[in-house]
Structure formats: C-alpha cells, structure tokens
C-alpha cells in the first residue's frame, strides 16, 4: 500500500495498518531487550482493570537504551503522523505492552478523551503500535471501531460496540488517530502479545511522559538532532517552547545559549 493509500485510510477509518515496517531482527532485538528489563525493574501485571492485571508496561523507553532510538524516527510512520497531526510531532509516550494469557479485554477509549476539548475536533495525537509478536483475534489484537475519530463524543464506559480487530504480522506497525475508540483485546491463548506503543502528539501539546525530565541530559544528548526535536529539546514554530528566548537543545550540545525568539 502506498503512503497516500495509508493516508486516506487513516482519515476514512482513522487507523491503518503498515506491514512488514521492520525487519524481524528488530523485533527479537526489542523482546530481548524488554525481557531484561522486566527482569531488572521488577515489574508485573497492572493494578487496575484499565492497565490490565496481567498485563505488563515497561514506560519511559527511550531513557532505557539506545536500541529504542530507532523507534520514534521511522520515515514512513513519521509521515503518517505528520499528515494527520501536522509538521514537528512531539513524542508523547513510548512504552512496551505485553499482554498476558488470560487476561480480558481492555475498556474501549479514546487516547485524546482526558483532553477538554468538544468532540469532534481536529487531530491533536496519532499513536502506533509496533507488532513485537503476532498481533490475533485470539491473543489480544487492538480492537477499533472504524471511523469513530468522527464521533461527537467519547465511548461510554461498559456499552458493546462493533469492533475491528487489527490483526497484524509480527514487523508491522498500527498507525491510529488519538480520537479513534479502541482497546487492547482479550488474551485467550498460552502466549503473550508484546507490542510498543510509540504515541505521538502535536507539537503544541504537553507530553504523556515527561520526556525532557525523564530522559537523563546525558542520554539526550546521545541523540540524532531528529529525535532530540522529537523528544522536545526544540520549539515548536520558532517559538513555544523556549527558554529566555533560545532552544532547549543548547542544554544539550554545550554552546552558550543562542537566542533564536523574536531575532
């Protein structure tokens, strides 16, 4: 499918799915990597019904590895989120979700819904999930209902709608506007389904995670220039953003501060 061809399926059902996006030697890579960190931080199945009690998110990825760095440039998904959120996306939140067996369906949402702004409105986030496993309609697949960006209000906690389950091959990458209603599936099988959730919103807005207190200066500055802007070490517009007039990213690359507001 072309980029205009995921484009229109983005605005008409306000998902699309990438196939094959990356190599599956990633995808070993990144449940290699996950797998340790599991291991280190301790961390275990969700405490509430939302994050799912067999469900375990590792949060803050970017601050745990270089390998993760590869994640928010992805040229094709940048593409994709930049037609549907405009120029200079922020990274929102990037964080690891493996779903257990047994564990149930996750309440429909949108990611936008904490937002106080009337429904519908223009796009404010774009959110991916990357394919670390098989994505079924038996393990856990995002569940969506198409075409509900367009809906003039949230999905009411509890009531059955139509969904879609976004089955995919291991390597591809769902790609969703933040109003679109969904929720991770039910996991009836004996596997877990891993995927990433590199969630992006408009350059204007504040972050899920603070990217610019959670991610050590000295890990910042280990990043190319495209994902420090991404992460926010940079203004949006030439402006929001600033710091007595100058870049944040002078925090990172060891000059004086330049001041490049209203210059």
């Known amino acids: 499918m072309s980029l205009a061809e995921h484009q229109a399926r983005l605005a008409e059902d306000g998902f699309t799915i990438v196939e094959d996006a990356f190599p599956l030697a ?6 290699a990597d996950l797998a340790r960190l599991e291991r280190e931080t301790g961390e275990g199945g969700g405490k509430n019904f939302f994050e799912g009690f067999s469900t375990v998110r ?3 990825l970017l601050a745990r590895g270089k390998l993760y760095e590869e994640i928010p440039v992805h040229d094709t998904v940048l593409a994709l989120v930049e037609g549907c959120i405009g120029k200079s996306p922020l990274v929102s939140s990037v964080s ?13 949402h949108a990611d936008d819904q904490l937002i106080p702004l009337p429904k519908p409105h223009v796009s404010i986030i774009c959110n991916t999930m990357w394919a670390l496993t098989d994505f079924t309609a038996d393990n856990g697949a995002t569940r969506i209902v ?14 059955d709608y ?4 976004a089955v995919m091959r291991r390597g591809s990458i769902l790609v969703f506007d933040g109003s679109v209603w969904h929720g991770g599936g039910a996991n009836g099988t004996e596997s877990r ?31 190319a ?4 802007k991404l992460a926010g070490f940079g203004l949006y517009r ?22 490049v507001v209203g210059e």
């Open 146 to 159: 198409p075409g509900s960006h367009r809906a003039p209000a949230n999905p009411e906690l509890g009531r």
């Open 58 to 60: 590792i949060y803050n």
């Open 96 to 108: 690891s979700i493996a779903i257990g067996p047994g564990e149930g369906a996750q309440p429909l």
């Open 26 to 31: 990633f995808a070993d890579a990144l449940l």
């Open 225 to 228: 220039p495209k994902l420090r």
């Open 162 to 165: 139509a969904t879609r389950a």
């Open 238 to 259: 030439n402006l929001i953003g600033h710091i007595d007039k100058c870049s944040p990213v002078d925090l990172l690359d060891g000059t004086a501060p330049r001041r």
């Open 193 to 223: 389904r891993v995927g990433i959730a590199m969630n992006y919103c408009a350059g204007w807005m504040r972050q899920q995670e603070n990217q610019q207190l959670g991610i050590p200066l000295e890990v910042a500055r280990g990043f």
